[in-house]
T-cell receptor, first 110, second 116 residues
Framework: QKEVEQDPGPLSVPEGAIVSLNCTYS??????FMWYRQYSRKGPELLMY????GNKEDGRFTAQVDKSSKYISLFIRDSQPSDSATYLC??????????FGKGNQVVVIP | DTEVTQTPKHLVMGMTNKKSLKCEQH?????MYWYKQKAKKPPELMFV???????INESVPSRFSPECPNSSLLNLHLHALQPEDSALYLC???????????????FGPGTRLTVL
């Protein structure tokens, strides 16, 4: 079983829709949870990071962590064509190693 | 400022060439990383420097040689690469507050390397 599971299937949504992405993990040592956005041929850009269970909002983005279920989510409200990118979840258990999900390609159709 | 810069943006090299990739950050971070990323895959960790000392080498072939001249700079020296080494090479940095840091990592834009 991989440490981090993220269904890599591409996701197409109409502009203005809510995008919902999630990852599950198996390692209880993970303490920091991150979402990165990566545009084609660019480096990953840190979008959100959370430490505790619960919700964290930043503009149109909400990150959710449920440590008891080992499940994290990212929601993008009022999606825009500029949100079209690959979204990677990543987790850190305190040893400088990030465990990444496979990434979700999101396409927002105008 | 959460910027990590990398040069060059693109690099094409033959299998007998020697070249270097450069990375710089001015955030005062004390951990720096090299990753390799193939198309449609997540980044794969190669090396970690903590307080300018190599702390992690993920069994990377010796044709890749990292160097950390000071706390702001990270180099990756390349020699006798193979075509399968063509990829996006990413540098990242994070604050390092001691052993077992859980700080998040900030990535640079990457160098797209093509080996002919």
């Amino acid at each position: 079983q991989k440490e981090v599971e993220q269904d890599p299937g591409p996701l197409s949504v109409p502009e203005g829709a809510i995008v919902s992405l999630n990852c599950t993990y198996s390692n209880s040592a993970f303490q920091y949870f991150m979402w990165y956005r990566q545009y084609s041929r660019k480096g990953p850009e840190l979008l959100m990071y959370t430490y505790s269970s619960g919700n964290k909002e930043d503009g149109r983005f909400t990150a959710q962590v449920d440590k008891s279920s080992k499940y994290i989510s990212l929601f993008i409200r009022d999606s825009q064509p500029s949100d079209s990118a690959t979204y990677l979840c990543a987790m850190n258990g305190g040893n400088n190693r990030l465990a990444f999900g496979k990434g979700n390609q999101v396409v927002v159709i105008p | 400022d959460t910027e990590v810069t990398q040069t060059p943006k693109h690099l094409v090299m033959g299998m007998t060439n020697k070249k270097s990739l450069k990375c710089e950050q001015h955030m005062g971070h004390r951990a720096m990383y090299w990753y390799k990323q193939k198309a449609k895959k997540p980044p794969e960790l190669m090396f970690v420097y903590s307080y300018e000392k190599l702390s992690i080498n993920e069994s990377v072939p010796s044709r890749f040689s990292p160097e950390c001249p000071n706390s702001s700079l990270l180099n990756l020296h390349l020699h006798a690469l193979q075509p399968e080494d063509s990829a996006l090479y990413l540098c990242a940095s994070s604050p390092e507050r001691g052993t077992g840091s859980t700080d998040t990592q900030y990535f640079g834009p990457g160098t797209r390397l093509t080996v002919l």
